[in-house]
């Protein structure tokens, strides 16, 4: 594994820090009286209670369903006194990130979020603050794009900055959101990578709908994810220059930098997945959900909410005698291109379920395919077959009869030894 | 995976994400010259204030009003001498063409330059040495003749003598001064002061003012030969001070005077009799100080009978304003048309009427007289006030030209000597005291010019900073500082008693900071301050210490903006073509024909050269394998 290049004794000896992380008195009083619990809440409560945990600094808002209602918890934690950051209502999700990014540049462990056209209208900033490695983190609650007008689950919105240099997780339930904010955090502000980082929940289906979460004690949360320390932080105290205008040359070994970051990640993330287990005794696999892959002739390939169908119709294919099994992606970047190859070994067939838009892309379907069936065409020895599944769009749930019709489109394919296309648009075909 | 063996050349090494070390003000930003992003470039370029412009001695009223502001008065008035000799004289009477054009008045009103002058002329005048002395160069031999010690020829004797040459004033009267002493009264101008400023230029040695002593006509006299042949060089200024004589019934009667014979007297003075109802003649600057002073030292009254309406008086405004305030009765669009004296001779009145101002094609004075409409009205002092001439039938015929010495641009009489030189009214007809400085000036740098054999040539071109190309963001809106005068019941009781009054240190100071520098660069640090790239560089807060670092201003012209002054400008990066100009980058200045633009020979050559050692290095060398370092 490379170390990202640190010199110029600029982050030499131990950079100034703003005004230590303290929580109110309130604050512990609450979270001590928590911990070992169980609550109800939904994915949206999840994802603020994480913050909380993680004690961030600085939170910059605006609103826009589904995420909203993390913020009004984040906003609620506040007025109660039970947590002391900034809290920033922006005039949009492109200043909204600006400042996110800002309190980061500055040593500020900072927060963010949004849903559908509000994380695509703040576009301009996914690569200004990965490029600046400043590892914030944004909460999406994922919807669709306009038009129409829809305020349904749909991946688009957060699989359009896939490549902008952030690290992408998919959670399937409130404990997952909670867990992911976590490790996200402590993965993001590793030296080694210093990424921002993406926890997307499924709008509605993981965002508004209650699960248990197991809340941890503040001595678990801070040895597991200590305070953020950013190497190379904006202080008068120290000055240094972010940002710089540079010459052509320049750019090619600053954007490798940044491609080694994401590819360093991905040992961290086995690294962290593995301590987190340790510190709170959720064990989640490193990137790939394998459920019933063992023997499996054919396989979904899933993230998000969807897999909790999906695992059910698994059950119920097999007990028809249908080798089926899921393999669900934990996250999207960086791509777990080895894991998703080890899982899919010795499937026959393979059917990426989309839930997304790529408008004319090389499988007039989805986009996650894309990435999908780079992984699998590089694999070693036999390689699946592999098609896809435009589902649930427009926040459409994907019912168990659907999966079912997928799985008989890949049975065909295995028995054919070959696909009939790279996309079905399911509900829209025979 | 794909950065798997990937490497970075050791001279691509960037610290993570670029982060480096804060630009200091002498390193900039060493690791990232953003230079080659420019297409505009900011340039330090100080333009003419419209108010040094518009002195005719040139004085860089920006820069000393700035040495006021610092509170460094010795700078400040050395900055005035450069270029005018007296300035507790002008500080006082001249009628400052640079308050008017002065930018401010179009902001809210125009800077007190007189007073901030004479502030300045006034602490130099009570220096014990005169500052300059010590500096000057020794005399260098050559001595040029003066004629007239009005303010033209010592303003020549000065700068002569800043530049080594010895002088000779001949002077008609008895004491020196020109109209300065026998024009302009007392209490605009104390003769303490003048005499002080006079005295200060023959202390200088190698100036020498020989008074009584009237060339050209005096029997046995000097003649004009003689200053050609005894002198290196001439200069004319010889002011006019005949007045110009009124023709009408009675205008020999005891009680009509000229107006400069009655202003000369005094100036000298000499015992002079005015009455208590005085009428003077005509509509200049001349009628008001005639009339102002009949009202001093007459205990009465006076009127000005002018062929001009009110508003076409010629009277500068403020002294018309003291004029009226000391009592001074004006009757416009009048004309004398007779006196009347009793049996002895003495005035006793005179008949006006009524009248219009009127020019013929020439552009002399023709009055339109209004048949039918005289009356009379008593007085009896009549002063003549309608011009003036001189008295030029000892020079010979081709030096003069309507009544004028006639010179080409560089003030240079047609002699074959070229080396006699006029100013001042003599060569322009009346015109002002700054006028003739400026004339002195002008001479003595070509005087200079021509006894060393270098060409004479005309000053270069100048460029005026406009009102509209200052940031007048900057520039908080703030009243004058109001002259202090000494009250009119006071004043009109005394020839002597000063009209004027000066600034105190904290009023100079006030007006001095309300000045905009017009297009010159004063040290105020807003280029330093904005310039987000860290690339305007000053080793101290003053002018002309500021540079750009043009390997790093990328040309986002904040600085131009932000200039309050103007003298910050964008220059086309193509006027440029340094040796150590930036590289463009061939993306905004393509090198090929039928880019979007051109290149400087220059960095064309060197993106040529960077091509060329690349192919080099590219040789495919006999083992079959291209080298690359
Ligand atoms: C009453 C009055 C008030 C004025 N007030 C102002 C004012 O307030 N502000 C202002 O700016 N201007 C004023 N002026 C105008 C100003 O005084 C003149 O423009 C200026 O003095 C001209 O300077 P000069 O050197 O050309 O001539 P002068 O000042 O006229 O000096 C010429 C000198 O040459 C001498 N001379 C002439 N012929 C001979 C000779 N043959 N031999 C030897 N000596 C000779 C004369 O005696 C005289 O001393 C005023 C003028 C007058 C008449
Ligand atoms: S000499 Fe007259 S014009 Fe020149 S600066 Fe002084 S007041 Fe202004
Ligand atoms: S503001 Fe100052 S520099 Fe500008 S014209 Fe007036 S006196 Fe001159």
Redesign the interface.
Known sequence: M?S?????G??SGAPPRLAPAVRTPDGEKFLNGMAGTRIRQNGCAAAAYAALYANVDVITAYPIRPYTAIMMNLAQFIADGILDAEYIHADGEHSQFSAAFGAGSCGARAYTGSSGVGVTYGYEMYSIIS???IPIQMAIADRTLDPPGDFGSEHTDALCTRDMGWLLGWAATPQEVFDKSLIAYAIGEDPRV?LPQMVVQDGYFVSHIAGEVEMPAIGQVESFLPPYQL??PLDPRR????????????G???Q??R??AM?DALGVIREKTDEFAQVFGRKYPHFVESYKLDDAEIAIVISGGHSVTCRAAVDRLRAAGVRIGMARLLWIRPFP?SDLQEALRGVKAVGVVETNLGLGGASYGGILSLDVTTALYQMDGERPLATSFMAGLGGETVPMSEFEWMAGKLGQAVARGRVEKAAHWVGFED | ????G?H?PEH????????????TEKEG?R????G??RFFRPVYRDKTPPCNHACPTGEQIQKYLDFVKHDRYLDGYLTILEDNPMPSVTGRVCYHPCETACNRAAHDEPIGIRSVERFLGDFGLNLEENPIKKDLPPLNGKTVAIVGSGPGGLACAYHLRRKGYASVIFEALDSAGGMLRAGIPAWHLPEEVLDKEIAKLTGLGGIEIRCGVRVGSDPGGITLDHLRTGYDAVFLALGQDVGRRLDVEGGRSRGVLGALEFLRETGLGRPVKVGRNVLVIGGGNTASDAARSAVRLGGGEATIVSLESEDELLIVPEDLEQAREEGVRFRPQHSLVRVIADGEGNVTGAVLCQARLAKDENGNVRPQISEGTEFEVPCDTILIAIGQVQVLDWLPESFTERGLVKADEYGRVPDDSEAVFAGGDVMRGPSMVVDALGDGKRAARDIDRVLSAQPLEPDGPVEVMPYERLNTAYFRHAPRTPVPLTPAGTRSKSQKVEVTLAYSREEAVAEADRCMSCGVCNGCDNCYIVCP?ISVMRDARENGRYSIRTHYC?GCLVCVQECPTGCLEKVPELDFDEPDAVVR?ETAFAPYDGAHAEQAPFTRQLIEDAIAEYDRSKTVQPNGRGVTP
């Open positions: 490379t990202v290049h640190v010199d110029h600029l982050t490029g600046a490695r210093l190497p190379f000055p240094v220059s972010h940002g710089p205008q540079i010459h052509p040359e320049q090619p070994p600053l490798l930098e491609a080694r590819e291109t | 995976m794909s950065v798997r990937t970075i691509l090494r960037l610290p993570i994400a670029g982060v480096t070390p804060p630009p930003q690791l990232f010259p953003t080659n992003f790239d990328k980058m």
